[in-house]
């Protein structure tokens, strides 16, 4: 632990547009909220046409996968979206796009405009062991205290984190009775307040004595956890990866040690930084909008909910993990959870199991009542 602390004297600071204050936009709407236009919605509607035409399906269900860049042609709005993914993934990263809208959509549509629109971003990868390349954050009634559960399929907090991909985006369906607020933070700018205030717990969140807790997605050839720090340079750029509910309960694997209490303090005092002003910026997600987050840059968090008791008025959100072909190098340790490729341009994040088929469900709630 010596050698981690005196490893820490010799950080610097990090600057750059990815390195804000909450405080600073959050009455600045104008710099992280794009509104669609007339000219874009109409674009988006011709563009469903198109895709409805290219690919006719009589039982009405489009294979959303099958829909490339190409396919959604937006000609005037691509290039709104292009100044945008270059600003997700080497500017401040982050965007809400509002006002899709879902409401005069099938929820068929509404899928197939988020695939269409995060294909301009980046490479949908796969979310979970079934192989969701368009994934649904919504309460299915896991139980959140079993190790193997994923949060985003209850209805409790979710702490901040992110997620196995360059860019998470999700399209606001429906809202909760109550709670569900989403809340984004520079990890940049923590990794500066901890450098300044709290250098031996950064030599604790940058070590590469932490492991991962797989919840039983193993890859081929891996073992059900890996190890990686929680903040780390390559080639002179920051990155992070966080997400406390996967490093709790990799001690129940047979030879890891439990968190120690040094490491879980370092971590508590990290998200304490995440969740407090001037760093952190609040949001609610309203129908129709879509927010775009760079895991390599921010944490993402969002508040327990109470739902609506009908079935279809549930909270749901759809989700992408996009694999960015402009994105940042990365360290080796992101192969065990990314893939052998890292690579700037390849297909890279994601989670790939034995019988893992990749596949496009839009409706998450069949079978619940």
Known sequence: RAQRVMASASLKPVSGPSAWLGADLQNKEDQWIYTLS????????????HVHTIFP??????????????HFNVPKFSQTLATIQEDLVHGKGFILLRGLPVEKYTREDSALAFWGIGLHFGEPVSQNAQGHILGHVADLGSD?????TRLYTTNKKQRFHVDSSDIVGLLCLQKAKEGGLSSICSSVTVYNELLKRYPELLSELMSKDLYWDRKGEVPEGRQPYWKQPIMQFHEDQFTAFYDRNYLTTTHRHEGVPPLSPVQLQAMDKMEELCASDPIVLHMVLEPGDMQFVHNHHLFHSRTDFIDWPEVRRRRHLLRLWLSAPNGLPLPEEFKER?????????????????????????DPFVGLV
């Open 38 to 49: 007339p000219s874009d919605v109409e674009e988006i509607d011709k563009a469903i046409a």
């Open 57 to 70: 399906d009589p039982s009405g269900e489009l294979n959303i996968a099958q829909v490339h860049k190409e």
């Open 144 to 148: 959140p205290t079993l190790p193997t």
């Open 338 to 362: 990314y893939g052998d490729d890292i690579r700037v341009g390849s297909k890279r994040g994601g989670i790939i199991c034995p019988g893992t088929e990749l596949c496009t469900p839009v």
